[in-house]
């Protein structure tokens, strides 16, 4: 298995995960958004991972992965793990799988990645919260048409994280040297049993931690404090996380980025042989 | 998404098919045998998959999605539903798929591709039924080790399978003219829902229209009939799919070979168009 293989196992890996309330696993799915829509997702993915590897530059890979993403009626599956996945790939492949290089990687990327990062945009619908309005000209959901913007202004695409890095939580660990994915990796490789089960245990862990910056985009800020103390209450036996992931759904309370996190880690712990499937 | 694309990700939408009793879906599986060994099996399969899209030699192309699909420690996941697709996907290159341009595919296979066969076999342990006495030094068992017999006795593939049809649901295909595999994919096309409720429908469809040869293999005869009798009391509303899932699951029963030919139905309805995710 190839390190693009890795990538795409750790997507499907991340998805089969269950419980992981709020998500779509195994076992729980949306009507409009089911589980073999993250299959098809990290099947279409490849390509981009591929090129990732292959030293194409990041943005153009990253763009042709949401692109392959995209070919399924889902909408949105894999975007922000690929966004995460990508300097993690090639972290990997142009020196080595630490923190250092992969902040390296993003500190390094262009503006030409930035206009390849908004052309991602075209591919597929992100939820994303608002940006500032002294930034409204650089909002993601223009797609290409904010280009001009970025190119006028010279933002990087790492620039365009360190603006967004308060909201998103994908942006703060490109810009926070990936501590939070490092961690996940770590926790992965010390947990026990299946990788899925051990997915789904990490995925509670860092939810309790820190409040998922989805959930406050899509709802509020308060009740991203809410899910992560009921979160910290399934760990500690209180509630049933299969209990909570029933809940979750109905609630449409989709902590998205916590299992962004849950994928690079996934990807990180394969690719340094501390989990096996 | 390309052509091996579709052929992993039939193999991903077969397994996250539930119920389909006594076979690893999403929702039950072996402790030895669990599904993410079937993700990493898909995921490992696609070198081989996209070289037999490439016009490599299909008994090269199988060894190699047979030598990827078993870098997992579950074992056999998707050897049967690999050499059902090696036909397919080359007929769908070459030609147009369809039963005939597969039929000439295997027909037109050589000694070459016997051998390469009976090389998978070293990658991986695969159950299989003993053969007639008169055939014992062609056991594919033997591996590699049998592969002076093939080339003395100057057996194609084709000839491999024609010689195993009778015990071998795959063989039969081979030799049958894929006639359940393009079944599968009508039933498919025409059953209603998501992808993998269809694939779950449509195996009990097939498991009740036919008994299972590895069913036979790993029990006997009288079991698989049984078997197909039970599967056609779910279909009749007589049983609870679910409960019989349980059941198959606690009495070892695998009806494996009828998975695989959805697997082959799966990958002949997306190349159709007839089904999409």
New interface residues.
Partial sequence: ?NRA?RA??AL??EV?GTPKPGNVD??REYSDL????F??GA??A?DGLTMAVGGSRLGTAFERAVS?MA????GNTQFGALLLLMPLVKAATDAELTATAASRVAAETTVADAADFYRAFEHVDVAVGDPPSDLAELDVRRGAAAIPAIESRGLSLYDVMAASASRDGIAREWVGGFERSFDAASRLGAAVG???ARAADVFLELLAAEPDPFVAIQHDEATAREVSKEARAALDGEIDPESLAADFVAREINPGTTADLIAGGLFIALERGVI??
Avoid: I, N, S, T
């Fill in positions: 298995m293989q795409q196992l499907l890996l089969a195994r076992r089911r589980f073999e829509h299959l098809a099947v279409g490849y392959g070919e399924q009626d889902g299946p990788v899925p096996r499937v």
